[in-house]
């Protein structure tokens, strides 16, 4: 073989080499883990999986899923994300403040990627909404014109509505800051908030007797994760006092609830694919802004309001996304 031959030869196997070296090496596969304050089924996270599989990601393929559930005990939260970061995933997606705040504590390395959280700055996760800084980001439930826009509906539905109960779980830090807009507003409509706190199951049936001994007109619900586990009995609580209630979340309403007004749950979970794949992509949680909701929703539940004797003005049902029959 001549050298010429010989020397353009050995230039085109080194230029397959390391294409074919490329081709060999394994796909990666990005490891979650996911830190939930309830108990399967949760089809939330059901909804985060659909926004992965449209940007590409299969499970099993490219990503794994390591879940960890605290079934309502707060507790075991930092034990479970401990758990997850000796795990050594890639990333931790925490779902509401106390799940958050348990990551936060298990890890200053490790991305964590959260929602439905109330207060992002206040409970101490992100320095700011725009600078989040250290390793956590994702999507804040905030709101702040939200507490006025739902007592001004009750006052739509029951416009000499004056005196309103409040039930939400006073240990819960992000909600703080929602009971105290709440009382706020409702101070500037002249409306009287009577503020009732629970945090577990004992609690009920004295809050049900402080709202009936302090004769409130209406309910209103700040919806977390124990509020939520709990809505059928605070619905069917309200149904059998003949109480009209507003919620924060339509799930209350599609139990039976009559009416609520807030962001659009699901819309945020499939915004939280996007903030994953951008980290698995090489970005920094400490670069992303935190996201305000943008979508909000209005339910009816138009059964309810019959049971309860109410007629729910048209300007307010043409104002609904929803209307349950």
């Known amino acids: 073989m001549k050298r010429r031959e010989f020397i353009t030869l050995l230039s085109g196997a080194a230029a397959v080499w390391p294409l074919a070296a490329r081709a060999q090496q394994p796909r990666k596969v990005w490891r ?38 605290a079934e309502g005990k707060h507790d075991r939260l930092a034990g479970l994300a401990a758990e997850l970061v000796g795990l050594k995933v890639d990333v931790i997606y925490a779902f509401t403040t106390s799940p958050a705040l348990a990551a936060r504590g298990a890890t200053t390395t490790t991305p964590i990627v959260f929602s439905g959280v109330g207060d992002p700055v206040g409970t101490g996760l992100v320095a700011s909404l725009a600078h989040p800084g250290g390793n956590a980001t994702g999507l804040s439930v905030l709101a702040t014109e939200l507490a006025g826009k739902r007592l001004e509906m009750l006052r739509e539905i029951i416009p000499t509505v004056s005196r309103v109960a409040m039930l939400w779980n006073h240990t819960n830090p992000s909600m703080v800051l929602r009971a105290n807009e709440t009382q706020d507003a409702a101070a500037k409509l002249g409306v009287t908030v009577q503020s009732i706190g629970v945090h577990d199951l004992i609690d009920f049936e004295g809050a049900f007797t402080a709202v009936t001994d302090g004769h409130a007109a209406a309910l209103l619900i700040l919806a977390d994760p124990f509020t939520m586990a709990n809505r059928k009995r605070v619905v069917e609580f309200a149904a059998q006092r003949g109480l009209p209630a507003i919620y924060e979340i339509r799930q209350f309403v599609d139990a039976g609830g009559l009416i609520s007004y807030g962001p659009s749950v699901p819309a945020m979970q499939r915004r939280v694919a996007g903030y994953l794949d951008k980290i698995f992509k090489g970005a920094k949680p400490s670069d992303l802004p935190v996201e305000q909701p943008t979508k909000f929703e209005l339910v009816i539940n138009i059964k309810t309001s019959r049971a309860l004797g109410l007629e729910v003005p048209p300007s307010l049902l043409a104002r609904a996304d929803d209307v349950i029959e």
Do not use: C, H, N, S
């Not at 089924?41 to 926004?51: A, N, R, S, V, W």
């Open 32 to 69: 979650l883990g996911v830190l939930q304050p309830g108990a399967p089924p949760e089809p939330l996270l059901e909804t985060i999986k659909d926004g992965l599989r449209d940007l590409g990601y299969m499970e099993g393929r490219d990503i794994v899923f390591e879940v960890r559930w």
